[in-house]
Nanobody, 122 residues
């Protein structure tokens, strides 16, 4: 099993920025970010292949969020700019142990972090 640990969440005003980090205890392939707001299902946010050459974003964050990966450090990042109240959620990082196709479904990932809270105030 690979353990994932997120950090970087916090409270920010609308229009502000935050950068999330996720460190993996071992080597993985495609990694991604999902988020879950209270009372709602967990949804896909962004994903990146291990090479960093392919990225995918949900439409609502395109142009505002940037996903990146430092392979040498086994660390995933999510730079979030121009944050909106609707971005408020617990953000989870995820990783696949053997698939590298920039997946968007929950069941396509094998490892999950416990999450970090992002709260955007109006």
């Amino acid at each position: 099993q690979v353990q994932l640990v997120e950090s970087g969440g916090g409270l920010v005003q609308a229009g502000g920025s935050l950068k999330l980090s996720c460190t993996a205890s071992g080597r993985t392939f495609t990694m991604g970010w999902f988020r879950q707001a209270p009372g709602k299902e967990r949804e896909f946010v962004a994903a990146i292949t291990w090479s960093g050459t392919i990225t995918t974003y949900v439409d609502s964050v395109k142009g505002r969020f940037t996903i990146s990966l430092d392979n040498a450090k086994n660390t995933l990042y999510l730079q979030m700019n121009n944050l909106k109240f609707e971005d408020t959620a617990v953000y989870h990082c995820a990783a696949s142990r053997d698939v590298d196709s920039c997946m968007t479904r929950l069941d396509e990932y094998d490892y999950w972090g416990r999450g970090t809270q992002v709260t955007v105030s109006s």
